[in-house]
């Protein structure tokens, strides 16, 4: 009975195993050559880009580096540094001695621009990165940016920035983030004086983030105010810088804006793809929200791609929500290392202070009177001193509204007032028309507008309109004719 209830696999599914057994079955020698065909093909749109001065089909071969990369090894960037790298390229012989192959054919260089030439050298860099091959990704990404400021075309900007991009990665992974800063910031200065946009956005980026990597969070906020992020920069580009600047502004106690900053990176990340990215602004925009004396949404730790990662900031919330200051401690030992890995561990300290600013509230919406003594034993602090300290502080931090009576050592608490005969209602309505209308900003200046020739169309369009109108004229003068014909 069993085997009469199994299902027989689809036709469609039995195809699709065959494809991938013929792909495994495939030799390597085939694979590397559809891989160099491809990357052929992505020259040949770099060189599209060079003649017509267009640089956004640079951006279509960047697009494909993901998949690229996956396909790279030594024989296919020898072969395609002998074929696509001219002699007189001085590095030359240092990206064949890198990546061997006996099977390489020699081949006379193709006369080719000197992007194609800085593209193959992104690959061996990339390929060296991959394969944690950092003593070897120093020398060549040095190279690679001497390469790079030696071009000044306008499509040479979004493939520079990305040179730019794994030059501070390489000195990243190497442990020597520090050294590359002096380039990049001589850098940004050239790239603002060009208005190479995307240079300048990527470059920006990689300064907060070597800055925020040695905690000079100062010398961050001081870049900050004295640069002007790009407008018409890319979402990749903005929603880090977002980030950045959130991460700043909340270090800095300015949560409000951390949060504003934080909200709007998330929403520019790419919304199927950055899991890591989005990951990251999420961990820090909760820890920023709750700081805030906020609740998170339940759905930001039900979605399927931050379930898992967001689980100890789960338990955190559920702790500074229930006041429960023995919970919070509990989840702050478990998950010390993590939070201290993942950089939100000196925000998260912070947070002990709301935990005990919640138990308050909530114990003064219980009792309206109550011992200083009984405070101290529910919220688990050391004396009825440090709970009057602690409740004279959130009384003039407006978290609650009581007395204390000195004397007898009790809380008195007061009635609650009507929130809707305050201002609150109309701040929190301005914070949302607000937002609706940077909405609208930034949806108007990421419109693309047609180009110049558009004009010539609209002088056709015009001088179609009056041909039309001249035939409507022609054929009344023929019907009145016929009508006088008729007569």
Do not use: W
């Amino acid at each position: 009975m069993a085997s009469k209830t199994q299902k027989k696999p689809k036709a469609e599914d039995v195809s699709d195993v065959e494809m991938k057994d013929t792909e495994a079955q495939k030799p390597q020698s085939e694979i590397d050559a559809l891989t160099i065909e491809d990357i052929k093909d992505h020259i040949g749109i770099i060189e599209k880009s060079v003649v017509n001065k267009e640089p956004r089909f640079v951006l279509r071969v960047l697009r494909q580096l993901a998949s690229t990369r996956k396909r790279l090894n030594d024989a296919v960037l020898n072969q395609l540094t002998k074929t696509y790298v001219s002699d007189s390229y001085e590095f030359k012989a240092n990206l064949l001695s890198f990546f061997p192959s006996a099977d390489s054919k020699d081949e006379k260089p193709h006369a080719r621009s000197v992007l194609t030439e800085i593209y193959i050298h992104l690959l061996g860099l990339i390929s060296l990165l991959d394969n944690n091959r950092l003593n070897d990704s120093i020398p060549c990404a040095q190279a690679l940016i001497n390469r790079v400021m030696s071009v000044n075309k306008p499509a040479m900007h979004l493939l520079g920035a990305r040179c730019f991009f794994y030059y501070s990665r390489a000195f990243e992974m190497a442990g020597r983030l520090h050294e590359a800063r002096t380039l990049l910031h001589g850098r940004l200065r050239t790239s603002t004086l060009r208005h190479d946009s995307e240079g300048q956005a990527m470059l920006l980026n990689l300064l907060l983030r070597n800055y925020i990597h040695y905690n000079l969070y100062e010398q961050a906020e001081k870049l900050i105010s004295k640069t002007t992020f790009p407008e018409n920069a890319n979402n990749n580009e903005s929603a880090r810088y977002l980030f950045y600047l959130g991460k700043i502004k909340a270090t800095q106690l300015d949560y409000s804006e951390a949060f504003k900053n934080l909200n709007q990176a998330i929403r520019k990340a790419p919304q199927n793809a950055a899991i890591g990215f989005k990951q990251a602004a999420t961990k820090l925009l909760v820890v920023v929200q709750l700081l805030l004396g906020e609740v998170p949404e339940r759905h930001i730790f039900r979605d399927q791609h931050l379930r898992l990662s967001l689980q100890p900031y789960l338990q955190l919330t559920q702790a500074v929500l229930a006041g429960d200051l023995a919970k919070f401690s509990s989840v702050l030992e478990r998950y010390s290392e993590k939070f201290v890995k993942e950089g939100t561990m000196t925000l998260i300290n912070r947070l002990r202070h709301n935990v005990i600013k919640t138990g308050i509230k909530s114990v003064a919406l219980s009792y309206s009177r109550i011992s200083l003594a009984d405070v101290a034993e529910k919220l688990q602090l050391d004396s009825p001193e440090d709970a009057e300290y602690i409740i004279a502080k959130a009384i003039h931090d407006g978290v609650i509204e009581a007395t204390i009576d000195h004397e007898k050592g009790y809380m008195q608490s007061n009635d609650s007032a009507n929130v809707y005969g305050t201002n609150e209602p109309l701040k929190a309505y301005h914070e949302r028309i607000r937002f609706c209308l940077d909405i609208h900003n930034h949806s108007i200046k990421a419109m693309r507008f047609p180009p110049k020739s558009y004009n010539d169309n609209l002088e056709d369009a015009q001088k179609q309109r009056e041909r039309e109108q001249q035939d409507l004229e022609y054929a009344k003068e023929i019907a009145e004719e016929e009508d006088d014909g008729m007569l």
